[in-house]
């Protein structure tokens, strides 16, 4: 088979994932490595197990593959990627958890400033949100 038409990294490929309905739905993204991948801007990594269970496989390739949707996977179309993934995909989603992380933190002790109450006082949640806030 021609490496042009194996899914791999660095190839733009079309699937149709089956539903066990028998229902299909059409999927497009580029396969790239996975500190590169972007789902929303179309990168799928290749760790990912989509990934894994279409990688060297060819156009009309039928793979067996069990998601909360889909049943099976039809490869459609491969072709080499004409578009670059972001340099910086894997900074921005450690920012992204970052950030997540913080906004648990500060919400876990607004909840336990609410909530608490001893014999030495109470705790104020605006001061923990002002100081949240600075930052």
């Known amino acids: 088979m021609d490496e042009l038409l194996k899914v791999q990294v660095g190839r733009h490929v079309e699937v149709e994932l089956v539903e066990p309905s028998g229902e299909a739905d059409n999927l497009a993204f580029d396969i790239v490595a996975d500190k590169q991948a972007d789902f929303k801007l179309g990168f799928l990594g290749e760790g990912t197990p989509l990934a894994r269970a279409i990688l060297g496989k060819g156009v009309g390739d ?72 600075e930052e």
């Open 62 to 133: 039928e793979v067996s593959y069990q998601a909360e949707v889909a049943i099976k996977v039809r490869i459609l179309s491969v072709q080499r990627s004409t578009v670059k993934p972001p340099a910086d995909a894997a900074t921005q989603r450690e920012a992204a958890m970052r950030k997540a992380e913080a906004e648990i933190q500060r919400r876990s002790a607004i909840t336990f400033a609410s909530s608490y109450s001893s014999k030495w006082g109470d705790y104020d949640p605006k001061g923990v949100e002002k100081w949240e806030d």
